[in-house]
């Protein structure tokens, strides 16, 4: 019942929230998988719900947080294909941005490279390597929860390293060398090298003793420089 010092907007607002709120699910895509439920072959709406979690009110799991510290933009999207659907994933690039992040929030896994700023087998000792973040870690990480750690830099000793400085502290630290695509088309590759062709202009001078090989017989041709035949062409060939 309205009352005469009741405001009229307030109680209208009242009224509709008190209503039971008719929803309605919209199928999108078929024959997928239900992000929710993980069922195969489903029709899900845009949020990635089957009917039945739609239905029963079914909330997606919270995904674990990563944080992924690399400063290589191939390596980069590629582990952004690998681990989004797993993770969720942060990106930090160079060592002061993934320190603000392990100090803004929890995480539960941390992925990191050692050599940053574009350098190779970069001075543990160096303040903008990988080797920077292990050493505060350790030094206030007691007062956060520890995130397992991955050391995924392909500097096997600097990776050992850090391994055994997180280690000694508690930390789950483990070595997981991550290869991109372009790695591994580069390490698998065969380098074919095709014969080399050799335009012969070798021409006969006199007889004698080869100045390379030293062979010396009654038919051994020489040309000006004194090299017989053999000596020349693969001279040719290894200059070619």
């Known amino acids: ?82 681990y989004t659907q797993q993770y969720d994933v942060t990106f930090v690039h160079n060592t002061k941005e993934c320190l603000r992040y392990l100090c803004r929030q929890q995480w539960d896994i941390l992925s990191l490279d050692h050599d940053l700023n574009g350098d190779d087998f970069q001075d543990p000792s160096d303040t903008s390597s990988g080797m920077e973040v292990v050493r505060h870690m350790i030094g206030w990480m007691d007062q956060y929860s520890k995130p397992e750690v991955w050391v995924h830099s392909s500097n096997l000793f600097a990776a050992t390293h850090m391994l055994g400085l997180l280690k000694q502290e508690g930390f789950k630290a483990y070595y997981r060398k991550f290869v991109y695509e372009d790695e591994k088309t580069f390490s698998n590759a065969k380098i074919s090298r095709e014969p080399v062709v050799v335009e012969d202009k070798w021409d006969f001078h006199h007889f004698g003793l080869c100045n390379s090989c030293n062979k010396f017989e009654i038919d051994t041709l020489l040309n000006k420089k004194g090299q017989c035949h053999e000596c020349y062409k693969r001279e040719m060939i290894q200059c070619a």
């Open 1 to 82: 019942m309205l009352q005469p010092n009741d405001n009229l907007d307030e109680k209208v607002k009242e009224f509709f929230e008190l209503q039971p709120q008719k929803r309605t699910w919209v199928g999108w895509r078929s024959f997928v998988k239900c992000e929710i439920c993980l069922e195969d072959n489903v029709t899900i709406d845009k949020l990635g719900r089957c009917e039945d979690c739609f239905k029963e009110n079914r909330q997606r799991k919270p995904l674990p947080r990563m944080l992924f510290l690399d400063d290589r933009t191939k390596r980069i999207e590629a582990a952004r294909k690998q």
